[in-house]
């Protein structure tokens, strides 16, 4: 097929536009909507440092290439930070990916490890808890290593990977078990709490698909192998369900954050930003006493001296 804006040869056909691409106008309309979420989700000024979430895989490297060429030439500071939880065999190979990339972005990469930072890995994890699954405290420790490297580099926003896919699957997940709280609390966040690096996503409006294609085409390295714990996920029903739902009505997902972000102001009014105390141990913000992350490693603490008895 032919290029809907020109006569050279399709590589995309966009069905939620009815548009066939080439290579030319598909990386244009890719970068435009890169530019707008920028433009759209902060106000990034010269000086300002981003810290990118940088995994290894397509969505964090495409996120960390696109940054630095946006907003490098802008006077804005762009470095990388790729977490380590522990799991052997895949972890290592997907930060080798990100510090060549980021070598070849010309930034700095840093390392964020669970195992420096909270004495634990996600494979230890997995295998003293059997009662919920893995993911559940590696999503909390991540976040929780990434927000304290990003202070730790002086960092004004963290820059995530996370696509189209992924905010339709959160914003349906949250919704059909009634996290309305939640659903108000999702970024990108325009609303700055005190300790929390508030977070942009460049490639909220793009799908997987589309990304993929686009890291393909400009020959960024990337990891493409599933965490071995990704299966237990309760994401993936929600994957499956919109996957099949894009497939039959195209835009779906588009529609689903376009309403999403209708009614956030509305759920930002209810829900105000819940007053921040310093966790008494690790001193980062919680609206308790003890943070999430100090919870779950103090459990993880008891089930292993349980298991060494």
Same mark, same amino acid.
């Given at each position: 097929?032919?290029?809907?804006?020109?006569?050279r040869?399709? &590589?995309?056909?966009?069905?939620?536009?009815?548009?066939?691409?080439?290579?030319?106008?598909?990386?244009?309309?890719?970068?435009?909507?890169?530019r707008?979420e920028?433009?759209?989700? /902060?106000d990034?000024?010269?000086?300002?440092?981003?810290a &990118?979430?940088?995994?290894?895989?397509?969505?964090?490297?495409?996120?960390?290439?696109l940054?630095?060429?946006?907003? $490098?030439?802008?006077?804005?500071?762009?470095?990388a930070? +790729?977490?380590?939880?522990?799991?052997?065999?895949?972890?290592e =190979? +997907?930060?080798?990916?990100?510090?060549?990339?980021?070598?070849?972005?010309r930034i700095?990469?840093h390392?964020a490890?669970? @195992?420096?930072?909270?004495?634990?890995?996600?494979?230890?994890?997995?295998?003293?808890?059997?009662?919920?699954?893995?993911? +559940?405290?590696?999503?909390?420790?991540?976040?929780? *290593? =990434?927000?304290? !490297?990003?202070?730790?580099?002086? /960092?004004?926003? $963290?820059?995530?990977?996370l696509?189209?896919?992924?905010t *339709?699957?959160?914003?349906?997940?949250?919704?059909? @078990?009634?996290?309305?709280?939640?659903? *108000?609390?999702?970024g990108?966040?325009?609303?700055?709490?005190?300790?929390l690096?508030?977070?942009?996503?460049? $490639?909220?409006s793009?799908?997987e698909?589309?990304?993929?294609l686009?890291?393909s085409?400009?020959?960024?390295?990337?990891?493409?192998?599933?965490?071995?714990?990704?299966?237990?996920?309760?994401?993936?029903?929600? %994957?499956?369900?919109?996957?099949?739902?894009e497939?039959?009505?195209?835009g779906?997902?588009?529609?689903?954050?376009?309403?999403?972000?209708?009614?956030?102001?509305?759920l930002?009014?209810t829900?105000?930003?819940?007053?921040?105390?310093?966790?008494? %141990?690790?001193?980062?913000?919680?609206?308790?006493r =003890?943070?999430?992350a100090?919870?779950m490693?103090?459990?993880? !603490?008891?089930?292993?001296?349980?298991?060494?008895?």
């Amino acid at each position: 097929m032919r290029c809907s804006a020109c006569s050279r040869d399709a &590589v995309i056909f966009i069905p939620y536009s009815g548009r066939y691409l080439c290579e030319r106008h598909f990386m244009e309309f890719f970068e435009k909507r890169v530019r707008a979420e920028f433009r759209k989700q /902060a106000d990034i000024r010269k000086g300002s440092k981003i810290a &990118v979430a940088v995994s290894g895989g397509k969505d964090s490297v495409t996120t960390m290439h696109l940054t630095a060429e946006i907003m $490098l030439p802008r006077g804005v500071e762009v470095e990388a930070i +790729s977490v380590d939880e522990g799991v052997p065999g895949y972890r290592e =190979l +997907s930060i080798e990916k990100a510090k060549k990339e980021a070598e070849k972005a010309r930034i700095t990469h840093h390392i964020a490890s669970f @195992k420096d930072m909270f004495g634990v890995t996600t494979t230890e994890i997995a295998m003293m808890e059997r009662e919920k699954s893995p993911c +559940s405290y590696c999503g909390v420790l991540r976040r929780q *290593a =990434l927000n304290l !490297k990003a202070k730790e580099i002086g /960092a004004d926003f $963290l820059a995530t990977g996370l696509n189209l896919d992924d905010t *339709a699957q959160s914003i349906l997940m949250n919704f059909t @078990k009634g996290d309305v709280e939640r659903l *108000a609390r999702l970024g990108p966040h325009k609303q700055v709490q005190p300790g929390l690096i508030p977070r942009i996503q460049p $490639l909220r409006s793009i799908p997987e698909r589309e990304i993929f294609l686009y890291a393909s085409l400009r020959g960024f390295s990337f990891h493409e192998s599933r965490c071995p714990h990704a299966g237990e996920a309760l994401r993936n029903e929600y %994957r499956a369900i919109i996957n099949d739902l894009e497939e039959r009505h195209p835009g779906t997902r588009h529609s689903i954050i376009n309403s999403y972000d209708a009614i956030k102001p509305a759920l930002e009014m209810t829900f105000k930003p819940a007053k921040l105390n310093r966790c008494e %141990r690790c001193g980062e913000p919680t609206p308790g006493r =003890l943070c999430m992350a100090c919870r779950m490693l103090e459990e993880i !603490k008891k089930k292993r001296n349980a298991r060494e008895k």
